[in-house]
């Protein structure tokens, strides 16, 4: 078997997830979209070879075993199945991998028919994998980026081949054991977490800071330079602001024009729902770490004292921290 | 019975890791808050696979609450296809008729995972269990609403969860989970309760049962190194419509070259040169 | 049902009827004074709780770092073969500065190197977890992340167990024992400790460097595992108190010792005496390029035995710094061995009460003629007044000045001037140094009725 690259895309009422672009891009234009309204999807890359499999709602069980159904062919002999990190992806690729009885590379950052690189440790680590057998992983959104903006193809002109699964088998539903969770509705973005992902202006704050008071802190002086305040994920696991402020991959991706960033490592996952900010400062006791490498100001200093000196900067209250 | 996934960490020289994540301990106090729900005692079987170590981890969790513990002793670096084979073997041997509910009562009705684990953190290893069971999933739930848990009457009615899960761009879901099933859920979600001291000590003398796991894989890779940005590539531009979308996919942007300086400073010194710079630029007076 | 913590309780509660205790005996913090008492408990085979409220014991646990642990041989024999320690030491030095000159008395033993041992420099984290271990080995029950945060008692108002911050966190016992460290908050609690006066404190703080086993052993000039402990006499930048510097394995600890009225008085901050020490002739060459991995703080009870409290009240007993029971003034630096021998009187003390059924007062005055018996209350008694001396202001600013100056005299050599004589340079110096030798008498006297 050649080695080779296949991207499978889960598709939603016609949309592409984030990242599937840049995963068809990854597999060289190699494509399989599933989904619902896969015929009005648009890809923003080149497209070499594309199998349309209308499949209902998201259903990652049956999905996965349905694949192989209908184009069970194709997968065997692809080497490397691409999925996008986005949520259905990273729900739909280890269903894959189990149906296939492959093993599945998570997290992948790049990602060739010969080679998968993986991060790990919450981001700090890099591994590299060879191929040697046939895997199936899932690329993390938005650090690829694309090599050309291509006008949007509705993939549907292009395909190569279109089936349907049925939307699972009266048989099964009277079963006790109903293989997939049912969607009832789609809610779109909170209110709460809206203002973050169009706000031009952001900061955020990571583990560097040392409690919740900080973020107080902090709410005091975005306000005061009209930014939205957000923070990763380590900081909403602990609670201390809300989870709907979470920037990145599995949170909110924003855009803004600039972005500060206090005590953020830059894991991946945070970075890559970043957007493209003009301009970045950032405050960090670690010279090396990648949101420093990022940024155009890099200031290492620990970010806990910078906070309250630049809350007493900005005449903030009476603050004796 | 409710079984929680719990992946132990051995503390190591990285203080940032070592333990239990925030997303497991929060899926051990959903599957408590569960059984509290109900009229009846459901059990809560909390599992890990790991090294002996793992035990003081479980009998916390023994401590606050959890009816039964089992260690599955193997490396935790297994593949997680590897883990979750061994995790569904284990809950299969449980008890016959338990996943697809001929038991009766004490048939398997949640298993709960973190969403997440803190070293690996490839999230895949609660879709492969479900898979391995070939029942249900529901992974990443940001809320769970354990008022409408439909169960009073345990042996007929099926079970179901209501629940949200995050999708990309802020987007969220509601779903409808029936039981059997298995869930992730987020460390933001809620926090484990403290035990009693007495608890505690009672927990500290059960019995933990240990079974024998797999050696291999381990997810080891050929190479390893640390994290710095992959290089985007980038686009030439177009038109409007089509560069907002792919930067909104993707943030790559062509725009982005600025000279980057870092800097060592004392921190009020610091504080000053972040207002200087935003001056500089205009984002201040 | 949710996150049931106790939220704001009374911090001492009084309950209606002693229910039946769950315990026999509560020691209240897993420090060297708690395990100690709790091993000797449990071996008596009474069920102890042992409560301490960091992670685990030790976790917050800091100090200089050199521990005597010869009063182990009765609870662990053969103990050096387990404890984990840094190094042992076999050269302590005494040293005495001024900004420009150090005195160094130095004394080396290779039999400290050897079983029995005499020193080791240990962490505190290792150490006391260890000695924790040895406590659940034995048989007591541990249980960490827990604060005690009242004493509970019965309507007649004895003590009958301890509240801590966790729910149902209600411990029941007819003994208490205070192991809690500095400013015990249980002592406190039962109505032993007076007043807290500040002159009675020191201020103890310390930084640790890293760097490479290899550099120490080679500017220390030991090896193996074998350690130095220096003390220092006027180092502390004016303030009154004394520094030391102590070899880990691949670490070394230097800190300093501060009269908490003189430090506020100077209105400089600790850290910068610090720098100052590390900065010193005498000390820059043996810390240099040693990468700061710590820094931490910590009050000491200083006064000694004028500062004890009463150590037994009915059901309840004080033990280790809870009960100031620490010589931290200048030139010496022993706290661990004092908590672990009052940790273990106290645990002998209770196990004999529980065995004649009274834990009165009373029931517990063995406890008090324990430790006179010992070195705990023997030391004490005889260094009452050392504290006083070592930091006064003519130990601590005008004798460093005299003494450093006159083995200079003694040493420089002067030609064409001939040497002066030994008498000559003792009236000079101690002129130039403003000390009095009605003063000189005297602190000569106490010096002696308390080392000698
Ligand atoms: C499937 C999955 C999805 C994920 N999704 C997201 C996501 O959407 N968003 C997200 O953010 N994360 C996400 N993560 C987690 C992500 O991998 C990282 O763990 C997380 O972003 C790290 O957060 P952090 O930078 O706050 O913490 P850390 O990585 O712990 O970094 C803390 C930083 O603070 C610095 N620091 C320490 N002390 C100080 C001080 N005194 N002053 C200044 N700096 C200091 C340190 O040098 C370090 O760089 C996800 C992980 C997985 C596995
Ligand atoms: C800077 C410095 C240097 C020192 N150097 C030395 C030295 O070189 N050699 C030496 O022998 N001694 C030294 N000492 C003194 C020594 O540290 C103490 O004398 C010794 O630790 C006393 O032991 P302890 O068990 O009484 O108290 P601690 O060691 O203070 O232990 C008390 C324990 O109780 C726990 N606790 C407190 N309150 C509660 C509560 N409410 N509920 C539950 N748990 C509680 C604490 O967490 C702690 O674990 C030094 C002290 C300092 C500060
Ligand atoms: N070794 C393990 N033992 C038990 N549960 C595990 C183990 N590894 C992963 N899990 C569960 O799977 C979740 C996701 O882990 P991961 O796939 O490693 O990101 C964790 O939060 C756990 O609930």
């Known amino acids: 078997m050649t080695p080779s690259m296949l991207a499978v895309i889960p598709v939603r009422d016609g949309l ?32 070499v070879e594309v199998h349309l499999v209308e499949a209902g709602s998201f259903e990652p069980g049956r999905w996965a075993r349905g694949l192989l159904e209908v184009l069970g062919r194709e997968i065997a002999d692809t080497t490397v199945l691409v999925v996008p990190g986005s949520p259905d992806g990273r729900d739909l690729g280890p269903r894959l991998a189990a149906c296939l009885d492959r093993p599945l590379l998570a997290g992948a950052i790049s990602i060739t028919a010969e080679r998968v690189v993986v991060v790990r440790a919450g981001g700090a680590e890099v591994h590299t994998h060879l191929v040697h057998e046939p895997v199936v992983a899932t690329l993390q959104p938005g650090v690829r980026g694309l090599e050309q903006h291509l006008e949007p193809t509705i993939a549907a002109e292009r395909a190569t081949g279109s089936h349907r699964l049925d939307a699972g088998d009266a048989g099964e539903a009277r079963d006790r054991v109903r293989r997939d969770a049912r969607v009832l509705e789609v809610l779109e973005p909170d209110l709460a977490t809206i203002d973050l992902s169009e706000a031009p202006r952001i900061i955020g704050g990571g583990a560097g800071l040392d409690g919740p008071e900080r973020f107080e802190t902090l709410v005091e002086i975005s306000e005061h330079l009209g930014a939205a305040l957000g923070a990763t994920r380590v900081i909403t696991d602990r609670g201390w602001i809300d989870h ?63 906070v309250d000196h630049l809350h007493r900067l900005l005449n903030l209250g009476e603050h004796d921290g | 019975m409710i079984i929680v996934c719990w992946r132990w960490v051995a503390p190591g020289d990285d203080a940032r890791w070592g333990g239990v994540s925030s997303a497991d301990s929060s899926a051990l106090e959903l599957a408590l808050r569960l059984r509290e729900s109900q009229p009846h005692h459901e059990p809560v079987h909390v599992i890990t696979l790991g090294p002996p ?58 298993v709960i995972c973190g969403d997440y684990s803190e070293d690996r953190g490839s999230g895949s290893t609660p879709a492969f269990i479900a898979a391995d069971l070939d029942i249900a999933q529901a992974l990443g739930l ?144 | 049902m949710a996150d049931t913590t106790t939220g704001t309780t009374p911090l001492s509660a009084t309950v209606a009827t002693a229910s039946a205790a769950t315990f026999d005996v509560i020691v209240v913090g897993a420090g060297p004074a708690g395990s100690c008492a709790a091993t000797v408990l449990a071996r008596a085979g009474h069920r102890v709780a042992l409560l301490e409220r960091g992670a685990f014991p030790g976790a917050k646990n800091m100090y200089g770092g050199v521990i005597y642990p010869r009063i182990l041989d009765r609870l662990h024999p053969q103990w050096w073969e387990q404890v984990p320690i840094q190094r042992w030491i076999t050269r302590r030095s ?63 108002q004895r003590i009958v167990g301890v509240r801590t911050d966790r729910p149902d966190g209600d411990l029941w016992a007819s003994t208490v024992i205070a192991c809690d460290g500095v400013n015990s908050f249980i002592a406190k609690e039962a109505g032993l400790h007076e007043e807290l006066d500040p002159a009675n404190y020191t201020l103890g703080v310390k930084e640790t460097l890293a760097l490479p086993r290899s550099v120490i052993e080679e500017r220390f000039g030991v090896r193996d595992r074998h350690g130095v402990d220096i003390e220092i006499l006027g180092g502390t930048s004016g303030v009154n108190g004394g520094g030391f510097l102590y070899t880990n394995l691949d670490t070394l600890a230097v800190g300093a010792v501060l009269k908490l009225p003189a430090l506020a008085a ?103 003629r324990r430790l006179r018996d010992s070195f705990v209350l023997a030391d004490h008694d005889k260094l009452r007044r050392a504290p006083g001396l ?56 106490i010096g002696f009725r308390s080392f000698g």
């Open chain 1, 16 to 47: 592409v997830p984030a990242g599937g672009d840049e995963t068809i891009a990854e597999c060289g234009g190699r494509a399989i979209l599933i989904g619902s309204q896969t015929a009005a999807a648009e890809v923003c890359t080149g497209i």
């Open chain 1, 244 to 306: 709907a402020k979470q920037i990145g991959t599995t949170g909110v991706t924003v855009d803004p024009d600039l972005y500060i960033s206090f005590g953020v490592s830059g894991a991946v996952q945070h970075t890559a729902g970043l957007g493209s900010p003009d301009y970045i400062i950032s405050v960090n006791t670690d010279p090396h770490c990648p949101m420093m490498q990022l940024s155009d100001l890099a200031i290492v200093s620990d970010a806990n004292a910078v």
């Open chain 2, 53 to 110: 170590g793992a035990e003081q981890a479980l009998r916390t969790a023994l401590a606050a609450g959890a009816d039964a513990a089992t260690r599955i002793d193997a490396p935790v670096a297994l593949q997680s296809s590897v883990t979750a084979a061994a995790i569904a073997g284990a809950i299969a041997d449980l008890g016959d008729g338990l996943i697809d509910g001929s038991a009766g009562p004490t048939r398997l009705n949640w």
């Open chain 2, 142 to 285: 940001v809320a769970v609403d354990i008022g409408s848990v439909d169960g009073s009457d345990a042996s007929t009615a099926a079970m179901t969860l209501f629940a949200t899960r995050r999708l990309d761009g802020g987007r969220r879901e509601r779903l409808e989970i029936s039981a059997p099933a298995v869930i992730s859920i987020e460390g933001s979600l809620m926090r484990l309760r403290r035990s009693s001291p007495m608890a505690e000590l009672a927990a500290q003398q059960t019995t933990i049962a240990v079974i024998a796991g797999p050696n291999g894989p381990v997810d080891t890779p050929q190479e390893l190194r640390a994290y710095r940005p992959r290089p985007r590539v980038l686009a030439a531009p177009a038109g409007d419509t089509t560069l907002d979308r792919v930067r909104s996919i993707t943030g790559a942007d062509q725009q982005n070259h600025h000279a980057s300086e870092t800097v060592e400073l004392e921190p009020a010194a610091a504080a000053a040169r972040v207002l200087e710079a935003l001056r500089e630029r205009g984002y201040l007076d």
């Open chain 3, 94 to 156: 005494t040293m005495v500065m001024t900004e420009t000159r150090a005195l160094t008395i130095d004394f080396r033993s290779e039999a400290w190197g050897e079983p029995p041992y005499n020193g080791a420099t240990a962490y505190r984290p290792d150490f006391d977890h260890w000695l924790a271990d040895q406590a659940v080995a034995a048989g007591a029950h541990l249980l960490n992340a827990t604060t005690a945060v009242g004493l509970l008692r019965d309507a007649d």
């Open chain 3, 266 to 368: 100077q209105q400089t901050r600790p850290e910068e005496i610090i720098g100052r020490l590390k900065a010193h002739p005498a000390i820059a060459p043996l810390v240099e390029g040693g990468e700061i991995v710590e820094y931490s703080a910590h009050v000491i009870p200083e006064a000694g035995r004028s500062m004890m409290p009463t150590l037994t009240t009915d059901r309840l007993l004080v033990t280790g710094d809870a009960a100031a029971m620490c010589l931290a003034a200048g030139i010496w630096l022993e706290g661990v061995n004092f908590a672990m021998a009052s940790g273990m009187a106290a645990g002998e003390t209770v196990a004999e009460a529980l065995a004649s059924g009274d834990t009165s007062a009373r029931g517990l005055g063995g406890y008090e």
């Open chain 3, 390 to 445: 070592v930091l006064s202001d003519r130990v601590q600013h005008q004798y460093p000045e005299m003494i450093t100056g006159v083995v200079e005299r003694m040493f420089r050599v002067d030609n064409p001037e001939p040497k002066p004589g030994l008498r000559r340079i003792l009236r000079e110096e101690r002129r130039a140094a403003g000390v009095r030798i009605r003063d000189l008498a005297r602190d000569a006297w």
